[in-house]
């Protein structure tokens, strides 16, 4: 039966539980929420002892289901103060589940202030080792030193010098199969309550571990199957498709023709130099390039989809994983950089220093409009991540901290946020449902939380009008169906698929059952996810939320955004029923 290990970072002490009955069908985030819900008090300060991370692999982790290798991290984010889970790709979900494991619990906080420590599990079980080798190291080189202490394919989890000084733009690394320090649960500042527990990594080796009891095999098989055949039928995640050939910054134009792509601090929907930045443009240079740059790859084992890429230098040499295109437009248009090469600069320089490359983006923009750098400056912006936040300076802790902290010290008033959280890289006032789970999602601006864009923008699972403002039910629905699919472990691109494809959302749940032995049909994706929303939100409400937290800036409901000129109207009425519980189904207390 799978275990919780629960590691107590005051004594370094581990031990393993049974698994509570009340967790035995949840997984992801699910696990990761009802985890916080139930053991962390919703005032507590996030970086105190009282606080906790856990970390998650989905339902179907470990097992041999396509893209399934997300694993999720939770606890109370230091950035906005609410409930918080970020997902990443990488190796940790597999080998923390084939372990035998359905979460690890950190919790305490070590007495001597400066020291870190490394846990490693293993199948003989679990050790807190000291880690001052370590510290003040970028994760690159954690990456490297611990492959070479503990053995090639062994999962690394860590954190930067950023984490190490909890600076709240701090995320947690988890290495590739290249052993690259590249896929990150960024948003949060979850490296930040990494770091307050005093642990700068963990090495997870599944060699010979128990593997993943699944309780319907034959069920598991089909279901998977009718997963896979979706997946790799749909125009956007099919091999050749648009995620596999151009990877996710394919959306850079998409949105920018529409007018949705923030540029310069939010000032704009459109970025005159995008031709030189999209998905198209990269893929070209990477292809011409013809060296270790590659597009086409894979997050982590399994995955199917294969949307991310390695970016080459230009002598052909290996430089940097990975230009998404939420990175690619936090540290691009929204800094008002035009130039890849520049833009790999800065995502390498976030993912050693261990940043959130949406929130730096975020902060470095409000920076700019504050004078600190003029915008297009990204010299300046790489000098600012590499010396000034890896060194924890005055200014480095500022910018270090997010776009809101940045926006007060520098006096700015058109600060992107929500609930303190930089919005990622779609314009609220242009597309006006990813501006209601902006504001009204559990976890501050947030676009995984429920991505509307699919419809509105990318005409998957029906179309909607991105100008219209009734989309209080869509956000809602995209929320609870999302809140299931981080909960399961899948990669949440496989919504493109299902979403158009029933056959593919049949297999997607049909496989979760088979793994649980429950008889979940695709009629329990929306009170399941309801039940993980409800529970965030009222600890959201015990640590003093409310509704009126549910909003956007109000320069966005003034000021019209070029090209369409349109500002974000719609009313606080809708944002509220979005989470207006006596619309949504009767589900489990």
Request: hydrophobic letters at 40%.
């Amino acid at each position: 039966m799978p275990k919780f290990l629960r590691v107590n970072m005051t004594d370094q002490s581990t031990r393993f539980e049974d698994v509570p009955d009340k967790y035995r069908l949840w997984g992801g985030r699910g696990l990761t929420s009802g985890i916080i819900s139930d053991e962390v008090p919703p005032t507590c300060h996030p970086l105190s002892p009282d606080n906790k991370l856990i970390i998650a692999p989905g339902i179907v982790g470990g097992t041999s289901a396509p893209t399934s290798g997300r694993t999720s991290f939770g606890g109370k984010s230091p950035l906005t103060g609410t409930i918080k889970e970020a997902n990443s790709g990488g190796l940790s979900s597999q080998q923390i589940a084939r372990l035998g494991l359905k979460a690890i619990i950190i919790e305490g906080q070590p007495a001597e202030k400066g020291k870190f420590w490394l846990l490693k599990v293993t199948k003989d079980g679990a050790r807190v080792l000291p880690a001052d080798h370590l510290k003040g190291k970028g994760m690159y080189e954690v990456c490297d030193l611990l492959w070479k202490e503990h053995g090639e394919g062994v999962a690394i989890i860590g954190i930067g010098p950023a984490g190490e000084m909890r600076a709240t733009a701090a995320g947690i690394c988890v290495n590739d199969r290249e052993n690259t320090a590249s896929r990150y649960a960024g948003r949060g500042g979850l490296g930040a309550v990494m770091g307050s527990k005093g642990l700068k990594a963990i090495v997870v080796d599944d060699k010979d571990g128990p593997g993943v009891a699944i309780a319907d095999e034959k069920k598991f098989k089909a279901a998977t199957r009718k997963l896979t055949d979706a997946s790799l039928k749909h125009d956007l995640t099919k091999k050749g498709g648009a995620l596999n050939a151009y990877g996710t910054n394919v959306l850079a134009g998409v949105l920018n023709e529409a007018g949705g792509y923030p540029t310069r601090n939010f000032s704009s929907g459109r970025f005159e130099l995008t031709h030189q930045v999209s998905g198209e443009a990269k893929a070209e240079i990477i292809h011409k390039r013809n060296g270790e740059g590659m597009t086409g790859h894979g997050c982590h084992p399994g995955c199917i989809i294969q949307c991310s890429d390695r970016w080459a230098n230009p002598d052909g040499s290996f430089k940097v994983s990975v230009m998404e295109y939420e990175s690619v437009w936090a540290l691009g248009a929204n800094c008002g950089i035009g130039d890849l090469d520049k833009i790999a600069d800065l995502i390498w320089a976030c993912n050693d220093v261990g940043l959130d490359t949406i929130e730096m983006g975020g902060a470095i923009g409000v920076a700019m409009e504050g004078g600190l750098l003029p915008f297009g400056d990204a010299d300046g912006a790489i000098k600012l991540i590499n010396e000034d936040v890896r060194r924890g300076t005055p200014l480095g802790r500022i910018v270090g901290s997010g776009a809101a902290l940045t926006g007060k010290a520098f006096g700015v008033s058109h600060v992107p946020v929500v609930k303190g959280q930089s919005m990622p890289a779609y314009e609220p006032r242009a597309v006006k449902g990813i501006g209601v789970t902006y504001a009204t999602s559990t976890m501050g601006a947030d676009h995984t939380a429920g991505y509307t864009i699919a419809t509105e923008i990318l005409g998957v699972g029906g179309r909607a009008d991105p100008f219209a403002v009734e989309k209080a039910e869509l956000s809602r629905n995209f929320q609870a169906s999302t809140a299931f699919i981080d909960t399961s472990g899948y990669c949440l691109f496989d919504a493109f698929c299902v979403l158009d494809i029933p056959e593919g959302l049949a297999g997607m749940v049909e496989s979760c059952a088979a793994v649980l032995g429950t008889d979940w049909t695709v009629n329990d994706i929306g009170p399941l996810g309801l039940e993980v929303l409800r529970k965030e939100r009222l600890f959201n409400e015990a640590a003093g939320f409310t509704k009126a937290h549910d909003r956007l800036p109000d320069y966005m409901t003034k000021e019209p955004l070029p090209p369409h000129n349109t500002v974000f109207d719609v009313s606080p009425e809708l944002l509220d029923a979005v989470y207006d519980f006596s619309r949504w189904p009767a589900v489990e207390k």
